[in-house]
């Protein structure tokens, strides 16, 4: 007898030639010869013990199953053995659909926000800082290169990346546009699918999925009908489907981060508004003059357009000033009108600090004043009218000054009679030689001698400073911080969600909540007191 043979069963990959039997079986057809068949044939080869024991010494003999590939002509054994190249034959379209989902991974990430937030938060630092809107010349001097401020900041710098005019400058400007890429993205991958997936009916079906949640309970003897009524008077949303309940609260906690990610983008969209839309302006006028607005303003951005009433005059009816007792300038007002092209007054106001005037989208703000001329009356002839020019000292008091001339006013050596003035209350005289003389006020009309002329203050005529600017930013930038504030106090909502299954005559229910997790149990506890315990009835034996 033979001695017993152990045998084994192993994968075989077989290779069938063009010339094999078994192909003509398999193609019926010569027309079928370019027609890749791919199957899998399994074989048992008998082996010997020494076989099998030497299949166990090698490691990396494993049972294999391959297909079959019918060719032709056999392929060159180079290119059977390489490996498929990783993505090969990927259609050019499938990676251009799969591009935007890249980009919106990658602008939605926290970091790369954070850092946006925080280059965008250094950039406003440094505008502060740099002075802004300044002739050239004078960040030659202030920012020189052979002295750099802080050992890197040049005018070179400063002029090349617009730091001059920052807000509107390239690089700000395109921080704001990357911070807004990031808020879209994030609101788009996250904060919409968290919604969606807030607002759908998720029922659970087994007691073990409830009990796996932050908060569990099981009611022995209950309903879940009437844990329905007691959640719903709780200001919950219940649904009931056989015997499983899902029910929620406070779904707009959920919305609120999308309304915090659109208030910013409106905040953004109104900031770059007012810088780069705006038109601003400044004019000292004198008492009784007036001036067309659309002269004194000038364009700030890109984006500014005139509005329709830059044709508007202004004219100062008046300016006058409140004091102190000390003395001290307290206020100061300007009576304003405003007349249209055919000379018709459309508007009159009088302003002062913190009380501006807004028309038709232009807003003129009382900012400063000066005093601009003296109405002088000089033995009964005048009155003449004396021009004011600003005095400098030190500090930030303001002192005005003129002079009368007496005599031959051809002479090299012109005299005068010299007036000071702080304000609109009282000036100061002074005779030729330098020597005081008196103080009075414009309004008393008292006669004073000087030199033996007899000289009378009719009038001190004061300018206004205004300041003049179009701002179509300032409602974009309310709506915005008032939204914010909105959004922000509604985040604060708490998202609870219930889940609850009749478990026989007892109710398993849980539940999680994504805010206030030390008061959801405390919460719960005392909703589940209320829910009414069943009572079995008693039957009643009746003769």
């Known amino acids: 007898m033979h001695p017993l043979k152990t045998t084994k069963t192993h994968n075989a990959t077989t290779f069938i030639t063009s010339s094999s039997p078994l192909l003509h079986l398999l193609q019926p057809s010569r027309r079928s010869l370019n027609v890749h068949l791919h199957f899998t044939i399994k074989c048992k080869i008998k082996t010997t013990s020494k076989d099998t024991k030497n299949a166990r010494n090698d490691k990396k003999t494993k049972p294999m199953s391959r297909k079959i590939v019918l060719f032709e002509a056999a392929p060159s054994p180079a290119s059977s053995n390489d490996p498929p190249a990783k993505n090969a034959g990927l259609p050019i379209w499938m990676s251009v659909k799969r591009a935007p989902k890249k980009v919106l991974s990658v602008l939605s990430n926290l970091g790369l926000a954070i850092g946006e937030m925080f280059t965008i938060a250094a950039l406003m630092g440094l505008g502060t800082i740099i002075e802004q809107g300044e002739a050239p010349d004078f960040y030659f001097n202030k920012f020189s290169e052979d002295n750099p401020v802080w ?3 040049s005018w070179k710098l400063v002029l090349g990346l617009g730091f001059d005019h920052m807000f509107t400058s390239p690089v700000f400007l395109g921080m704001l546009v990357l911070l807004a890429a990031s808020l879209m993205a994030c609101t788009y991958t996250t904060q919409i699918p968290l919604v969606k997936v807030a607002k759908r009916w998720s029922f659970m079906h087994s007691a073990e999925s409830i009990r796996k949640q932050e908060f569990t309970d099981s009611l022995p003897r209950a309903s879940v009908r009437d844990l329905g009524v007691i959640l719903m008077g709780a200001g919950y949303e219940v649904f009931l489907k056989g015997p499983s309940l899902y029910a929620f609260r406070g779904l707009a906690g959920r919305f609120a981060p999308i309304g915090v990610h659109l208030a910013m983008l409106l905040i953004m969209a109104g900031g770059t508004l007012s810088a780069a839309g705006s038109f601003r302006g400044s004019v000292t006028v004198p008492q009784g003059l007036n001036f067309v607005v659309g002269d ?5 951005g890109f984006l500014s357009f005139p509005p329709k009433d830059f044709n508007t005059e202004v004219h100062v009816n008046r300016f006058y000033m409140d004091y102190y007792d000390s003395g001290e300038v307290s206020q100061f007002h300007t009576d304003v009108s405003l007349f249209n092209l055919d000379g018709k007054e459309v508007f009159r106001k009088t302003i002062s600090v913190n009380d501006p005037l807004r028309y038709g989208g232009i807003t003129i703000y009382q900012t400063d004043w000066s005093i601009s001329a003296l109405q002088v009356t000089k033995d009964d002839e005048g009155p003449f009218n004396l021009a004011m020019a600003p005095l400098k000292l030190n500090g930030d008091k303001k002192l005005y000054g003129t002079f009368l001339p007496v005599g031959d006013g051809d002479s090299p050596n012109v005299k005068g009679i010299s007036m000071l003035a702080r304000d609109l209350q009282s000036i100061v005289l002074y005779d030729q030689e330098g020597k005081f003389v008196g103080v009075r006020r ?24 205004l300041d003049l600017k179009t701002d179509p930013g300032v409602p974009v930038v309310y709506a915005g911080f008032g939204f914010l504030m909105l959004t922000t106090c509604i985040s604060y909502l708490s998202h609870t969600q219930i889940w609850a299954i009749q478990d026989g005559t007892t109710v398993v229910l849980g539940g999680k909540t994504n805010r206030a997790k030390v008061e959801f149990p405390e919460e719960m506890n005392r909703l589940l007191d209320s829910v009414p315990e069943l009572v079995e009835m008693e039957p009643t034996n009746t003769h």
């Open 151 to 153: 050992g890197f900041l």
């Open 296 to 300: 004194v303003m000038n364009p700030t």
């Open 442 to 465: 414009p309004s008393s009309r008292l006669p004073i001698d000087v030199d033996g002329m007899k000289i009378i203050i009719e009038d001190a005529i004061g300018s206004s400073g």
